[in-house]
């Protein structure tokens, strides 16, 4: 034995020399390595400090359950992680690494006075502390706790990695290539379905690697799985998610493990829809309660096996086991047989299996039945232990500088419990294991509870004959929590464990609770005196272990985090000078100028070119659904507040969407193109919320209702002709539409060809003009603008953008939702009651609009206003007062939802959200600005046009 490397033991043999550094000191390890491995080959067993006491810790576990070695690794410029743990980081040739949570340095932190002070710092004491005196909080309480808080440090450079993702489909999905896993994908193999295997460690195997006997199979099954077409084996890949209906989430690491990873991608996102999940993710070792049970060197038994048959490590020179289960007698007699001095296995139980006890003495093993350990000596490295008889008789110390704990196993239910599985508590396992599925999932192997380990005790706490009060006995190591947390917890008043966690925030660490829930549950269900069962069990949520932000985002980064969207008219308005602004993701044109022009003339321009000639518009943007189906306008009958079932096909409605707070949340103009199909339109912002509101309710509300959407906005460019020569402008460009009054009045669709492209062709209006919005297959959205602009260069055709729509829309006072609404105007405030069907016996929000503070009086409702000084612009979202004279702090009534100056009507136009306001027509309000206040009249928010006498032109 060199050091605590092992020659001929573990998997790696003669494995190249890899060099690193941690905390700046430089050391070697071996290809093929963790750095918890190549740390422990080399001695150290400090690998970081706890999050409230700051006291040493030493590894716990060998794998996704550690909860103390969180490490810091960095790349080179901007390649910063934090809270890494070192069971998970694979060695590679000049890694740098350094603990976290320490200052100045990892041996001495000044940090550990907490420790010193624990006191003072029971569990919950942050609720109860910091209140006194309040104007400390700012200045001393708040700016300290921000300093402590946290483990490692964020990152403050920007990330240069790329990262990938996909979709896959399968039939069969694995996670965990352990034994049974491994089995699985061989099973589900060979009936040629295709099948996904993932684990997240470098090499497949699980449970197998730590068993030489095992490693004959194992090297076998992974031949014959790697050579089948129809399996794909994921290595280095974690499951941290199961969504519905078979989604999983998963992260597969590409490159971490490579000293120079050159441009290629850090991770990718694999998001996998199967039509069958089995779960293989095995089990979790439980650790042991007791006095010191975190000093450095105190680590469970399994992890003890794994690093010295997976790597060839011996934890220590000589080794004490303490264990309460037969599978830690397993673990010390596989580490004696390699050489390592096992000096004393402590059993609480009085009595094993026989064969245990004589192994233990064919391999010269002293075995203390019915003993436990009370103490563990040392502070940054365990020397010696101390333990007695249950009843606290016999009493002694035993020298050694490792500590294995054998507290039973705990299934790894997690992503069961994500896919909403149920549980059932076991007694045999002292853990819950999986019952109902609530998918098409199974659990095989350890982690459904069908494979064994032997029998054990299930034990919250070890006896001891101390003071529980003034030792720490610790059950969630990353947050300190100890056993007297829990029975203070419980002494306070917490009954459900949901309430002990929050309280002692146990469980609520980086890992989860993956080796602490158990235990507390134990504790608390002994403090209560009621069964586990009653106490109930904690909500496993996504991510299984902590994720990289840049592997959810993917490749939504820099320019690609909120692409720029682009219509295919949008080159010709670029060609054309327009100036452009951002409207929920899209690039739109605000106006075009000419040589000359302020925005404010450019607009006034397009306005009147629109009202006395022809404007054309790029409406793309515009959101668009499909809605199909023979239950299409019982569908739509059920979410918009007007009537849907008797409008014939060939006709176009205004719909207006409602919240089931009875507020509107979106609104725009759709047509019935047949019996069973609808061309919705949305706003431009709304499309995706209102696309993802139908599907809601339509999986969840009416599941029976026999339809399909489908997102259609970039399927569709949509061409707006607007003004009183219009119908001359594409007179000649249309075949198969009767172009006239009579045959296609206001408010119709019909289809046919323009320019020898199908057409859906609305007449619709957003300006009280004459109006067509022409809708043709996007890829020919740019050849039927170039036809339409030539043919109407006879007829004075403009161009107008955002700016111009808004004025013309407001001139006509139709409504932008999210700009004359704010989340709290019904229909009623709106003044659209007429868009409320009366004799509906449901839609949307329809309750909600009898609700006695929607129809009390006093609401702010949407109402016109008209300066005194006709030239005055009021700026929109100005408050508006009733007396201006009234001391300060005033009474605002209401605010400028909209406010433009308009070419046509020769003055300034606004409308406002008042209180009462439609009481108010004719009144005389007041907006106070800085240096003056302005004097409106409150009026009709109808500008022009109240008869609607333009719409044919």
């Not at 005196?133 to 990330?159: H, N, T």
């Not at 999983?248 to 493990?257: D, K, P």
């Not at 350990?373 to 016999?394: F, L, T, Y």
Request: with cysteine.
């Amino acid at each position: 034995m060199t050091s605590h490397r092992i020659a001929d033991a573990g998997r790696l043999g003669s494995a190249t020399t890899v060099n690193f550094t941690f905390d700046g000191k430089p050391y070697q390890g071996k290809a093929g390595d963790s750095l918890a491995s190549a740390l422990l080959a080399n001695g150290v067993v400090l690998f970081g400090r706890s999050f409230k006491y700051h006291r040493p810790r030493g590894l716990l576990g060998a794998g996704a359950e550690e909860p103390n070695a969180l490490i810091s690794v960095t790349r080179g410029a901007g390649r910063f992680t934090p809270n890494l743990r070192a069971t998970a980081i694979e060695l590679y040739e000049g890694l740098t690494a350094r603990s976290q949570n320490r200052w100045p340095s990892l041996a001495t932190d000044f940090g550990s006075i907490n420790d010193r002070l624990g006191r003072f710092f029971p569990a919950g004491f942050y609720n109860k502390t910091f209140m006194w005196p309040r104007s400390f909080w700012d200045k001393l309480y708040e700016p300290a706790i921000r300093r402590m808080a946290g483990l490692g440090d964020a990152p403050v450079d920007p990330d240069p990695d790329v990262y990938d993702a996909c979709y896959a489909h399968c039939d069969v999905l694995i996670v965990g290539a352990g034994p049974a896993g491994i089995d699985a994908a061989l099973a589900a193999s060979a009936s040629n379905r295709k099948v996904f295997l993932l684990d997240e460690q470098d090499e497949m195997g699980g449970g197998a690697l730590a068993d030489q006997a095992l490693w004959p199979w194992l090297a076998e099954s992974l031949k014959d799985l790697a050579t089948l077409p129809n399996v794909t084996m994921l290595n280095r890949t974690t499951a941290f998610g199961y969504y519905h209906d078979n989604f999983i989430g998963a992260v597969e690491r590409l490159t971490e493990h490579l000293p120079d990873p050159g441009h290629a991608p850090r991770e990718k996102l694999w998001r996998i829809r199967a039509d069958e999940v089995v779960l293989a993710q095995g089990a979790i070792e439980r650790p042991l309660v007791f006095a010191g049970n975190d000093v450095p060197g105190v680590m469970l038994a399994s992890a003890a096996r794994t690093y010295l048959h997976r790597f060839g490590v011996a934890v220590g020179h000589n080794v004490a086991l303490m264990t309460v289960h037969d599978s830690g007698w397993r673990d010390v007699f596989a580490m004696a047989r390699a050489g390592v001095k096992v000096t004393a296995i402590i059993e609480l139980r009085e009595s094993v299996d026989a064969a245990l006890l004589v192994e233990a003495g064919e391999l010269g093993i002293a075995a203390e039945l019915g003993s436990a350990v009370i103490g563990v000596a040392g502070r940054q490295a365990v020397n010696g232990i101390e333990i007695a008889r249950a009843d606290g008789s016999q009493r002694r110390k035993l020298a050694c500088d490792a500590v294995l704990m054998a507290g039973g196993w705990t299934p790894s239910v997690h992503l069961w419990s994500h896919s909403l599985g149920k549980l059932a508590w076991s007694e045999d396992w002292g853990a819950y294991l999986p019952d109902v599925p609530n998918e098409n999932v199974r659990c095989v192997g350890a982690c459904s509870g069908t494979w064994s380990f032997g029998s054990g005790l299930n034990i919250g706490q070890l006896p001891t004959q101390k003071n529980p009060g003034k030792i720490k006995a610790f059950v969630d190591f990353q947050n300190d929590v100890t056993a007297k947390d829990i029975a203070l917890a419980v002494r306070e008043g917490m009954k459900s464990v949901e309430h002990i966690k929050r309280y002692t925030t146990n469980g609520m660490a980086t890992d989860q609770g993956k080796t602490s829930n158990l235990n507390a549950l134990q504790l608390a269900s002994a403090a209560l005196d009621r069964p586990v069962q009653a106490i109930g069990l904690t909500t496993f949520r996504p991510p299984y272990t902590p994720q990289t932000f840049g592997a959810l985002a993917g490749h939504a980064k820099d320019a690609l985090f909120q692409a720029v969207r682009k219509s295919p008219i949008d080159p010709w308005a670029e060609a054309e000078g327009a100036v452009f602004e951002l409207v929920a993701q899209w690039r739109r044109a605000r106006y075009f100028p000419k040589a000359g022009e302020d925005m404010d003339t450019a607009v006034a321009r397009e306005c009147l070119a629109v009202r006395s000639a022809v404007g054309i518009f790029d409406a793309s943007t515009l959101g668009k659904i499909e809605v199909v189906g023979p239950d299409a306008a019982e569908f739509l009958n059920r979410m918009y507040t007007n009537p849907w079932k008797q409008l014939e096909p060939g006709r176009c409605r205004y719909g207006l969407l409602l919240r089931e707070d009875g507020f509107i949340t979106d609104d725009g103009v759709s047509a019935r193109i047949a019996p069973d199909r609808f061309h919705l339109t949305t706003t431009t912002g709304g499309a995706a919320r209102v696309l993802n509101m139908m599907e809601d309710y339509l999986q969840t509300e009416w599941p029976d209702l026999n339809v399909w959407l489908t997102s259609t906005t970039e399927q569709w460019a949509v061409i707006a002709l607007q003004g009183p020569k219009a119908r001359d402008v594409i007179a000649s460009l249309v075949s198969g539409i009767d172009l006239s009054g009579e045959a296609f009045p206001h408010m119709a669709v019909r289809e046919g060809t323009i320019c020898g492209v199908p057409t859906r062709l609305f007449r619709v209006s957003f300006t009280g003009e004459l109006g067509f919005e022409i809708n043709v297959p996007a890829a020919f959205g740019r050849h039927v603008w170039d036809a339409v602009w030539a043919a109407g260069q006879a007829h004075g055709i403009t161009p107008y953008g955002t700016e111009a729509m808004h004025v013309l829309r407001a001139e006509k006072g139709f409504i932008i939702v999210g700009q004359d609404t704010d989340g709290t105007v019904t229909p009623y405030d709106a003044g659209l009651d007429w868009a409320v069907g009366k004799k509906k016996p449901d839609f949307v929000g329809r309750r909600s609009l009898a609700r006695p503070d929607i129809v009390a009086s006093g609401r702010k409702q949407l109402v016109g206003l008209l300066t005194d000084d006709a030239n005055e612009v009021l700026v929109e979202g100005a408050q508006i007062v009733a007396d201006p004279n009234q001391p300060i702090p005033m009474k605002m009534i209401g605010h400028v939802t909209s406010s433009y100056h308009s070419a046509t009507l020769g003055r300034s136009i606004a409308m406002a959200l008042i209180q009462g306001g439609f009481e108010k027509m004719g009144e005389t309000l007041h907006v106070p600005m800085p240096g003056k206040t302005i004097t409106a009249k409150v009026v009709k928010p109808m500008f022009y046009d109240a008869e609607g006498s333009r719409l044919n032109g």
